[in-house]
């Protein structure tokens, strides 16, 4: 059938992330593996990018990552380490997006019809940026990507523990900065 | 904490509840599937649309067959380009993007026309008749395949520009990753930063740094049609980062050029271990990949072990 992945479930291990087959199909050239991950990972990477430059990039910068990602699979030794792996080439992206962002945007006519964001969701944006790096980004997928704290654990490589106290104190300064 | 913002299970939270329905529309939107190609007019130029197409059903148009998936999508950027069959076109006034699934987009400029050829899971095939196309492609390498009317050009994980010229020749500039031109038994590889053209009757070309010295580029084609003075030119001008441009001569050019090409590149890169100019001028594949691994360029193996492991 075309397009449909099919893997064995068993090749998935408890102790390790669920994406870590299609990471070491992905390393032996398997370009459905790389699509599935795509799929899995496309909302991780869009959230941390999210939390770190304007919503209009956000998209070509989804791709770029995958671009670069694809570009570089070879180099992952482990393949459990993909989701920590992607998250830190998402963040980079963004880094790198700053230093050679031009001052100004050229307005298009791509641009200049995307659907308006309502007000108050741009305002709730802007304050969940101006959390601490670790609460923001696990905010933004938690509460714009509709993730779950086990599976932002899972995809980005950070413990349950870690996510439970992002989420915890970055909701609690939320409130408090929306109040 | 609540477990609802945890793991959504438990009491709703009413302000966490709040702020995932204010937010949604800020989420990634992943391409979603949809018949063959359809066509997603934005709302700015739906009117037109509609007008140019001559009735509202068109504005979700299937233009592939069943068997090809359900992935592209066409969007227009200006104007209002046009889907007919299983082709899409712009006029002078109007650019769109195809949106290939999972695996990148293209967008088209003014004045092309690009055909589905077919998508499988191994390889999605599109034809460029007319025009010009930027690809962004984050697909493993060969599975996206460009038709030109004197070259495929094989993506193998880039950002390029295509144009096919009015003679039927192609160029291809790549700005990321890499592009293989394959036609007529002959394959170019052309590196982020290098451009290649392909000719209707002899196929791809030679291709260069697009920062090369003028001379050098300006002598490529007489180089490689076995025109002496030209070769002179072109390998008096070349600079070390130059040797994808002779190490594609030692393949494409002339026989009796190819003596000279070799001496001018082990100057420039003196040949590693075990590759000779005899090999090297025999055409001997293992030793032209192991001096190209000596070039800076990437390993030659690589595109060849994708060839072979990509399903067809």
């Known amino acids: 059938m075309e397009n449909v992945l099919e893997f064995p479930a068993a090749l998935a291990t408890a102790d390790e992330p669920s994406g870590t087959p299609l990471v070491r199909a992905a390393q032996r050239g398997d370009p459905a593996a790389f699509d599935a991950l795509y799929a899995q990972y496309a909302r991780v990477v869009h959230g941390i990018l999210l939390a770190r430059v304007p919503r209009q990039e956000t998209q070509d910068l989804v791709q770029d990552v995958f671009l670069q990602a694809w570009r570089n699979l070879h180099t992952l030794r482990d393949a459990r380490a993909f989701p920590g792996w992607v998250a830190m080439i998402a963040r980079n992206r963004a880094t790198d997006w700053h230093r050679r962002a031009p001052l100004t945007v050229e307005v298009t006519e791509r641009t200049a019809v995307q659907p308006p964001t309502p007000p108050e969701a741009v305002q709730v944006l802007e304050t969940i940026r101006s959390l601490p790096e670790a609460y923001r980004e696990t905010l933004l997928l938690r509460l714009v990507e509709g993730m779950s704290g086990p599976e932002i654990a899972e995809r980005t490589g950070l413990t349950h523990d870690s996510v439970r106290v992002n989420l915890h104190r970055g909701m609690k300064m939320l409130r408090e900065k929306l109040s | ?312």
């Open chain 2, 1 to 312: 904490m609540s477990d609802y913002l945890w793991d959504k299970s438990g009491a709703v939270d009413p302000e966490v509840e709040r702020l995932e329905q204010l937010l949604a529309p800020l989420a990634h939107r992943p391409s979603k599937p949809k018949p063959a190609w359809s066509f997603r007019p934005l709302l700015a130029v739906a009117a037109a649309l509609v007008a140019i197409v001559g009735t509202a059903a068109a504005l979700l148009y299937p233009i592939g067959t069943a068997t090809q998936g359900a992935l592209w999508a066409v969007e227009p950027l200006m104007g209002a380009p046009r889907v007919t069959g299983t082709a899409v076109e712009t006029d002078g006034g109007s650019r769109a993007r195809v949106e290939l699934g999972v695996i990148g987009f293209v967008d088209l400029e003014p004045g092309s026309r690009l055909r589905l050829v077919r998508r499988t899971a191994s390889e999605h095939r599109v034809a460029l008749d007319a025009g010009t196309l930027h690809a962004r492609i984050w697909a493993p390498p060969r599975l996206f395949v460009v038709d030109t009317p004197s070259a495929a050009a094989v993506d193998l994980g880039c950002a390029y520009t295509l144009r096919v010229e009015p003679g039927g020749g192609s160029l291809v500039e790549v700005t990321s990753g890499w592009v293989a031109f394959e036609a007529k038994g002959r394959e170019s590889f052309i590196p982020a930063g290098a451009a290649c053209r392909t000719h209707p009757e002899k196929g791809p070309g030679v291709p260069w740094y697009v920062d090369a010295p003028e001379r050098l580029k300006s002598s490529i084609d007489g180089a490689a049609n076995g025109d002496v003075t030209a070769l002179a030119a072109l390998l008096e001008a070349a600079r070390a980062r130059d040797g994808v441009t002779l190490w594609h001569l030692l393949r494409h050019g002339s026989e009796a050029s190819r003596g000279t090409v070799y001496a001018r590149l082990a100057a420039l890169a003196p040949p590693p271990a075990g590759v000779t100019r005899e090999g090297v001028l025999a055409g001997d594949r293992r030793q032209l990949d192991a001096w190209w691994d000596t070039l800076g360029l990437g390993e030659a193996g690589w595109w060849r072990l994708w060839r072979a492991a990509a399903p067809r």
